[in-house]
């Protein structure tokens, strides 16, 4: 089943967090990696590159150079980095060496897409990564602190924490006042060029209808099986 509006939650939680977000036919997986001493990336006390990229490679190998067969988009590894921010830069460098043929990149202003979206937030250098003119990855920001000042090829997201601004429970219609809070940041986002990833979302089907109808791009889902019955029996967008 292609899912192309779900990104995995929880992936720490999981004890297969990529094969279980990939047989659910999602799109990309949240993840949240500290960073070692010596600038490697962990998720829990198992290596990024090893749960993630490796694998991947050997899927986009079997798969005629996507995630997905006869599916020629981008999957989106949405990273957030807790620990020392140039150790963490340290660290991507050293994944990107290894893995550049399958990450999308930016040079120059230009985008080349590949079968690998990776998206940074937390703590890295932002300013000297956003001013770097070779870079395999895009950043994320605050959808209530859009830095109008870079486009969408270098901040590609705008993530809301979703219970952080609003109150409703996802029952019945959201209160009007909320809806349209909501609606307008969706509008920000979208005139700076941003995707929009909504985080921490009420887990039932009437809203995740509703924020799908209001135009957003992700919803980060924790119920895998109830958002693949409603993906099924959802109406278009």
Not at 191 to 215: C, D, H, Q, Y
Request: aromatic share 10%; charged share 25%; with cysteine.
């Amino acid at each position: 089943m292609n899912i192309d509006k779900a990104v995995s939650k929880d992936d720490h939680k999981r004890k297969m967090p990529l094969v279980e977000a990939l047989n659910a036919g999602f799109t990309g997986v949240s993840i949240k990696v500290k960073v070692g001493k010596d600038g490697s990336l962990k998720c829990g006390n198992k290596d990024f590159e090893d749960l993630y990229l490796k694998p991947l490679q050997n899927r986009i190998s079997e798969n005629n150079g996507w995630v997905y067969a006869g599916r020629p988009d981008e999957f989106y590894l949405i990273v957030e980095v807790n620990g020392d921010s140039l150790l963490a830069l340290k660290g991507l460098q050293k994944i990107i060496e290894n893995n550049n043929t399958i990450l999308s990149s930016i040079t120059d202003g230009k985008r080349q897409k590949r079968p690998i979206k990776l998206v940074l937030s937390g703590d890295i250098p932002r300013t000297q990564m956003l001013n770097e003119s070779n870079r395999f990855y895009t950043l994320s920001e605050s959808i209530q602190k859009i830095d109008t000042r870079f486009d969408g090829n270098s901040i590609s997201i705008s993530a809301m924490n979703f219970d952080k601004l609003f109150n409703w429970d996802g029952t019945q219609n959201m209160p009007n006042m909320q809806y349209h809070s909501f609606i307008s940041y969706l509008k920000n986002a979208r005139k700076a060029g941003r995707s929009t990833f909504i985080m921490n979302v009420p887990e039932n089907t009437n809203a995740w209808g509703i924020m799908l109808e209001a135009g957003a791009d992700f919803l980060e889902i924790e119920n895998f099986e109830a958002f693949a019955v409603f993906w099924k029996n959802r109406k278009p967008y």
